[in-house]
């Protein structure tokens, strides 16, 4: 039996963008995209789409610092959050149907905010963790019917390096990883319905100027395993995506970003053929943020 597996590396935000896989959990966010999909297994899914992206916090506060780790330098900040959601959906210009759904619930997520120096080339931004995360995907042009995630955990570090206290540029740094168990099943009947534990890691590397935006690319590889019989194991699914971009702030709220991105999944039972569908998407993002 197929046994496929995806999952989400974290990630997923402290991407510029307003998506559902990235991990910028401190705005609420709106974006839409005009993109065109190309390199899909079925042509009928190749043209024209429209990206709807949209991101929402039920309640974030600001805790006190652990007595324990007052004595330190630096002690970070939590920040503790509940119901943050995302979403993302696309739409065929010729029509209404929603070819792709994307849609993220994580219940509890706790983020320790470190103190910046100037002095220091080299920091840490803050580290996040996430408990429960339910994720759901639906797309048409992969050949996915449903996957469902339930992700135990999720860790991830934020770190950026400066060049010198006056130049312009900036590095960040992201990684992240996650471990739980996913449902798939294909809209091909030949490959049933599939379970299995993952594990999954995003990163993301970018560099960054004071007034000519951001270049980044963000890169998510999740893969499915099994427990069973080591000789009868088999990499069971395969889920990636990577995205090259420029992020351009025009104020404070509003963003565009230009990027390019290749998605992927693979099923692979073991006794059948590997069913791997790719898709690779060109767009223009407007994002705004609150």
């Not at 896989?21 to 899914?45: G, H, I, P, R």
């Amino acid at each position: 039996m197929l046994k496929p597996v995806l999952t989400t590396f974290f990630i997923s935000s402290i991407i510029p963008q307003a998506s559902a896989e990235t991990w910028v959990f401190e705005d609420l966010s709106v974006a839409a995209t005009a993109a065109y999909k190309v390199k899909t297994k079925n042509d009928m899914f190749e043209g024209a789409k429209i990206i709807l992206d949209a991101r929402y916090i039920l309640d974030s506060k600001v805790d006190e610092i652990s007595e324990k780790f007052k004595c330190c330098s630096r002690p970070a900040l939590p920040v503790n959050m509940k119901g943050l959601v995302d979403a993302e959906m696309h739409f065929a210009v010729d029509g209404t149907k929603i070819e792709y759904i994307n849609v993220n619930y994580t219940p509890w997520a706790t983020r320790w905010l470190s103190e910046n120096s100037n002095r220091d080339k080299f920091h840490i931004q803050w580290d996040l963790l996430e408990l429960g995360a339910i994720r759901y995907i639906s797309d048409d042009a992969l050949e996915v019917d449903s996957y469902f995630e339930f992700s135990i955990l999720r860790a991830g570090r934020l770190m950026t390096y400066n060049w010198s206290e006056t130049s312009p540029y900036v590095i960040n740094m992201g990684l992240q990883a996650s471990l739980g168990y996913a449902f798939a099943k294909s809209t091909d009947s030949a490959y049933s319905k599939v379970s299995n534990p993952f594990a999954g890691i995003f990163f993301k590397l970018s560099i960054e100027h004071d007034h000519f935006g951001e270049l980044y690319s963000i890169n998510r590889f999740v893969n499915g395993f099994s427990i069973s019989n080591p000789s009868r194991g088999h990499p069971t699914a395969r889920e990636a995506r990577v995205r090259v971009g420029y992020l351009y702030a025009i104020n404070m709220n509003l963003k565009i970003d230009l990027y390019g991105e290749k998605r992927s999944f693979y099923f692979d039972e073991g006794t059948l053929p590997g069913l791997y569908a790719p898709a690779g998407i060109f767009g223009l993002q407007i994002l705004y943020r609150w």
